[in-house]
Structures are given as C-alpha cells and as structure tokens.
T-cell receptor, first 115, second 112 residues
Framework: AQSVTQLGSHVSVSEGALVLLRCNYS??????LFWYVQYPNQGLQLLLK??????LVKGINGFEAEFKKSETSFHLTKPSAHMSDAAEYFC?????????????FGKGTMLLVSP | KAGVTQTPRYLIKTRGQQVTLSCSPI?????VSWYQQTPGQGLQFLFE???????NKGNFPGRFSGRQFSNSRSEMNVSTLELGDSALYLC???????????FGPGTRLTVL
C-alpha cells in the first residue's frame, strides 16, 4: 500500500518569507511524486513532478521540491512567498503497478500568506 | 489546446436519485481518471479509463460506475444517491501511462 502524509493542515507565512510544505510518502516500489495546487472553486493545477530523474525538481511559479529517498520525503519550497500563493497544496504519489495512472493524495496543506 | 471540461459544474439532487457527470479530456488524451473530493476524506481515486476500458478502480461501492467513449469522453454515474455522496468530482486526463494528469474544474454535487 502507498500513502502520503502532509505535515500541517495549515501553514502561515508572511509575504516574502520562505515557504516550506512538507510531504512524506510510503511506497514499497519507486514512485512518481507530484505537487498540485488548488485555488478556491477550481480544479488542481500541477506544480511539479518527480519521475526518477533529477532529485531536485523545479516547477512553475518559483516552486521546487527535492526527492530524498532516505527520508522518504518530497518537501515543496519557494524562497519568497507572494500573496497569490495562498491556496491549498496537495502532495500525491503514483506507482508502477497502476501504470503510474492513479494518484494517491495527501490531505492537503492550506497556505496562508499575510502582508 | 482547450483544457479538461466537465459538465455540469453544479448539481443538486435528492437522496435515492441517480446522476451522470460528463468529462471531455484534452484533445489527444486517451486516459481519463475520476476523483472524489470531500472535506472529510480528501481526494480519493474512483476509476481510470483508457481506450474505453476501465484500467484501474478505487475502493468505492458499485453504485459508482463509469464509461469512456471512442472519442475519449467519459461519464460517471452514481445511482441511489446518499447524503455522503455530496462532493466535488474531479476528472483528469493524461496522454499516456505515467504522464501528468490535467484536471478539470470539477462538478460540485450536492445531495439533499
């Protein structure tokens, strides 16, 4: 079985501060890992993905994440938060036995950005 | 390219009724997946279709079913609606195995 744990249902930062959203996964086989963002009343937008190439992955809007196999982690970071980053963020994993076609999501972390 | 479209965007039904939701994938995408999003359970995988065949299935009761047409458009059906079926239903499409999934805006289903 696979699972995804996102530490902290809410994270608050000030505009311009570092954003760090934590994600740990469990999988018996090498997974693909994803970060998605969801704005109110919208679907999910892919921020970045890890598919066993470079361990440091750069995504859209200045976000990046580092795959650390020894820590089974895939934390999302952004050097400087912007007000427009306020949204809910989901970490997800997919596995080869499903053809990497099904996503298992964490519970989500709501990012709050204050001026 | 147009994104994933879902219709309708909002639905209100009563317990015991059935409902059909529609999803049109990005042009050229042959894989369509469905997810249920609720405040309590979060995002949960329902099923995935590829070339009109159900390829993967989540852990949902048989009241939840789906199908995919030859043009890759997909529908999901929920019969005998329960209050707990109230959720945002998201559809996602992908061009092939292992590629990223692109999500539609969702259909908000409210069961009264």
């Amino acid at each position: 079985a696979q699972s995804v744990t996102q530490l902290g249902s809410h994270v608050s930062v000030s505009e311009g501060a570092l954003v760090l959203l934590r994600c740990n996964y469990s999988s018996s086989v090498p997974p693909y890992l994803f970060w998605y963002v969801q704005y109110p009343n919208q679907g999910l937008q892919l921020l970045l993905k890890y598919t066993s190439a470079a361990t440091l992955v750069k995504g859209i809007n200045g976000f990046e994440a580092e795959f650390k196999k020894s820590e089974t982690s895939f934390h999302l970071t952004k050097p400087s938060a912007h007000m427009s980053d306020a949204a809910e963020y989901f970490c997800a994993v997919s596995r080869p036995d499903s053809g990497y076609s099904t996503l298992t999501f964490g519970k989500g972390t709501m990012l709050l950005v204050s001026p | 390219k147009a994104g994933v479209t879902q219709t309708p965007r909002y639905l209100i039904k009563t317990r015991g009724q059935q409902v059909t939701l529609s999803c049109s994938p990005i042009s050229g995408h042959r894989s369509v997946s469905w997810y249920q999003q609720t405040p309590g359970q979060g995002l949960q995988f329902l099923f995935e279709y590829f070339s009109e065949t159900q390829r993967n299935k989540g852990n949902f009761p048989g009241r939840f079913s789906g199908r995919q047409f030859s043009n890759s458009r997909s529908e999901m059906n929920v019969s005998t609606l329960e209050l707990g079926d109230s959720a945002l239903y998201l559809c996602a499409s992908s061009s092939s195995w292992g590629n990223e999934q692109f999500f539609g805006p969702g259909t908000r289903l409210t069961v009264l």
